[in-house]
């Protein structure tokens, strides 16, 4: 089992920045592909981006590209999503997640998710 749990949320204006954090207990994350997902009010949860095991590939959403990047620090148990220049339609719920196979944009190959941590980017 592997417990994920979300930091960094918060409540900015367009054109800040926020660092996410994910930090994983119960299993070492170098053995999975790691995940960032969102989820706004009314709309299904999506994919952000993506980071293999040992951070050689990256994949990110286009709307994100360019402005945010996802890095790892296995040593740390951590996963973290810089996030640039936010935009108010990056307003979300932010998950991360743990998959054993390769990057992937749909939910279901993530085993494991964490609550959630809440971005809210004013106008």
């Known amino acids: 089992q592997v417990q994920l749990v979300e930091s960094g949320g918060g409540l900015v204006q367009a054109g800040d920045s926020l660092r996410l954090s994910c930090a994983a207990s119960?299993?070492?994350?170098?053995?999975?592909?790691m995940g960032w997902f969102r989820q706004a009010p009314g709309k299904e949860r999506e994919f952000v981006a993506g980071?293999?095991?040992?951070?050689?590939?990256?994949r990110y959403v286009d709307s994100v590209k360019g402005r945010f990047t996802i890095s790892r620090d296995n040593a740390k148990n951590t996963v973290y999503l810089q996030m640039n220049s936010l935009k108010p339609e990056d307003t979300a719920v932010y998950y991360c997640?743990?998959?054993?196979?390769?990057?992937?944009?749909?939910?279901?190959?993530?085993?494991?998710w964490g609550q959630g941590t809440q971005v809210t980017v004013s106008s």
């Open positions: 119960g299993r070492t994350i170098a053995d999975y592909t």
């Open positions: 980071i293999s095991w040992n951070g050689a590939i990256t």
């Open positions: 997640a743990a998959s054993k196979v390769k990057i992937a944009v749909l939910t279901t190959p993530y085993n494991y």
